[in-house]
């Protein structure tokens, strides 16, 4: 493995000795993402420098690799030849990666570095929904013709290959591009050059349309063991391809996300280092204040059993641990759920079953967590039966309506329409201490007359 810190310093002693030859061997040696991630590690000026001493198609895939900062510092400084050069060694998805990010002005100077037929073809992808498949889909592929011979076949892949994303799969259609199957390049190697691709090609595609969810493309990959996945319009015609680390970018995006729902924060597309205060503190305060409102309700249960809680203080030791208790129960439902309602695992007419199963769990853990406290209570913390009876029953029943809570609000999320990441610890715990504070003051009035 590389010492970044050493290869940092060699490149920045070879190049203040503008020793450019040495630095391209360096390079050509390298991956496009470890470029990448060592251009970052140097100044503007540096990082400048030692991009124009890329090679050409190389220059390119490290561009795709960069962060949009960055990019958008490259493109300032890029003559409009450069620009062009870039540009036109780009994939079709990459260029509306980019095109999606940057500032107008930017954007502006992308698209006139472009000929008039990626234009085009980068206004007709950002033209479908974001998350969706056309959004994320490249229209560079090869498709061919049932009718063609294996030999005409290799003849359009080596004619076609090197504006491709991937030639290992081709997809076949017919004369106004319906997608009829599939054909892989190891298939047509070693098949004879005068078989018909409909003879050796594969009908059982798997395909997705155009307005199909993101998450939903994932999923096929992970299901079929996908490397490309074709995207169809309505009329089943083949207008681009997803691949594989496109699928990858979209999953881990996608967990990003559902992570950042689920401790209460907005999703942003930038990495942590590169976001500022402001904009770490604008994604947060929403949430916690909403949260904050929201938790307003325990402190009114509390101050409505006041009297009570002064009679008996002994209960109020009690009340963190239940409240404690419940919300630890109802994230374990609620991260179950909801990463099993990500992976389709689940859907809404499965909830009896998640309800029944989640009603035998919970009565398995409210009894085995009541029968320790209970010991506790009475051997270490000498409270008396009834001090105790009240708190371990309050602890099965808070228990059962956290993982009842904890399942059921992301299904009813899901099926509603929202994502049921919303509906995970910060959301359930407020329900939940809530619930279990009424229920505890609630059987302490009935037990102790209070």
């Not at 033209?127 to 063609?148: C, R």
């Not at 909403?290 to 249960?301: E, K, P, R, Y």
């Not at 006041?306 to 374990?332: C, F, H, R, W």
């Not at 099965?396 to 904890?406: E, I, N």
């Amino acid at each position: 493995m590389v010492n970044t810190k050493s290869l940092e310093k060699t490149v920045l002693t070879l190049l203040e000795e503008k020793k450019y030859k040495e630095l391209k061997d360096i390079f050509a040696h390298m991956n496009p993402v470890d470029i990448a991630a060592l251009l970052e590690g140097f100044s503007e000026k540096n990082y400048l420098l030692l991009f124009r001493i890329l090679p050409k198609d190389l220059a390119a895939e490290t561009f795709v690799e960069m962060d949009y900062d960055q990019q958008e510092i490259l493109i300032g400084s890029f003559s409009d030849s450069e620009l062009r050069e870039v540009v036109n060694e780009l994939y079709i998805d990459d260029m509306v990666d980019i095109v999606e990010e940057m500032p107008a002005n930017v954007v502006k100077r992308i698209l006139a570095s472009s000929d008039a037929n990626t234009r085009k073809l980068i206004n007709e992808i950002l033209k479908y929904p974001p998350d969706s498949a056309g959004s994320i889909m490249t229209t560079e592929f090869i498709n061919l013709h049932a009718d063609m011979t294996v030999a005409e076949a290799i003849k359009r892949i080596r004619e076609k290959g090197f504006d491709s994303e991937t030639i290992d799969t081709c997809y076949v259609t017919d004369n106004v591009r319906h997608l009829i199957g599939f054909v892989t390049i190891r298939t047509i190697i070693l098949s004879d050059e005068n078989s018909k691709i409909e003879d050796v090609m594969n009908r059982n595609v798997i395909s997705v349309g155009t307005m199909e969810d993101q998450e939903t493309v994932v999923n096929l990959f992970a299901k079929y063991d996908l490397t490309v996945l074709p995207v169809v319009d309505n009329e089943k015609r083949i207008v681009g391809i997803v691949t594989v680390d496109d699928a990858i970018d979209v999953l881990q995006k996608e967990t990003t996300e559902d992570f950042e729902k689920m401790a209460a924060i907005t999703p942003t597309d930038r990495p942590y280092l590169k976001k500022t205060t402001y904009e770490i503190w604008k994604s947060r305060i929403p949430w916690l204040l909403i949260l904050m409102i929201s938790a307003t309700f325990t402190g009114m249960i509390i101050s409505h059993f006041e009297e009570a809680l002064k009679t008996y203080v002994i209960l109020t030791a009690y009340i963190p641990m239940l409240m404690d208790t419940g919300g630890n129960s109802g994230s374990q439902a609620s991260v179950t759920i909801i990463r099993s309602l990500s992976l389709n695992e689940l859907h809404f007419g499965d909830i009896l079953r998640v309800l029944w199963k989640e009603f035998r769990v919970a009565l398995m853990s409210g009894i085995t967590l009541a029968l320790v406290y209970f010991a506790k209570l009475i051997i270490f913390d000498k409270t008396g039966i009834a001090v105790a009876s009240i708190i371990c029953v309050t602890l099965v029943l808070t228990v059962f309506v956290a993982k009842l809570v904890g399942c059921f609000l992301p299904m009813l999320a899901k099926k509603v329409g929202f994502d049921p990441a919303v509906m995970a610890s910060p959301f359930i715990t407020t329900i939940v201490d809530a619930i279990s504070l009424l229920i505890y003051f609630n059987i302490a009035s009935a037990i102790l007359g209070i």
